[in-house]
Nanobody
Framework: QVQLVESGGGLVQAGGSLRLSCAAS????????MGWFRQAPGKERDFVAA????????YYSDSVKDRFTISRDNAENMVYLQMDSLKPEDTAVYYC?????????????????????WGQGIQVTVSS
């Protein structure tokens, strides 16, 4: 069982930066793939970024590539999402997700249905 708690959200102007953090509790965090997803009002939950257990495998959606960076600290049971050059269209509730994936592929790591554990979500609002 893994519990996830997001922090670091808030209101920022377009062009600004935020860093989201996700604190994980439970055993064997270092063996879990971690992902960030987001959901805007009236829209489906979309993939943002994912990172494998050893930080070698990382994936980003086209909409955030080159602006967002995902990282993890297995010693601290933390995963981060550094968000730079924020745009109003980045406004959404951001969710941290975890799963003990044995096969790390772009398909498995970018699909919300593959993640078993989810945080409660945190609001990010980017004003124009």
């Amino acid at each position: 069982q893994v519990q996830l708690v997001e922090s670091g959200g808030g209101l920022v102007q377009a062009g600004g930066s935020l860093r989201l953090s996700c604190a994980a509790s439970g055993r064997a965090f270092s063996t879990y793939a971690m992902g960030w997803f987001r959901q805007a009002p009236g829209k489906e939950r979309d993939f943002v970024a994912a990172i494998g257990w050893n930080s070698v495998d990382t994936y980003y959606s086209d909409s955030v590539k080159d602006r967002f960076t995902i990282s993890r600290d297995n010693a601290e049971n933390m995963v981060y999402l550094q968000m730079d050059s924020l745009k109003p269209e980045d406004t959404a509730v951001y969710y941290c997700a975890a799963d003990k994936m044995y096969i790390l592929t772009p398909v498995t790591m970018t699909s919300a249905s593959k993640y078993e554990y989810w945080g409660q979500g945190i609001q990010v609002t980017v004003s124009s």
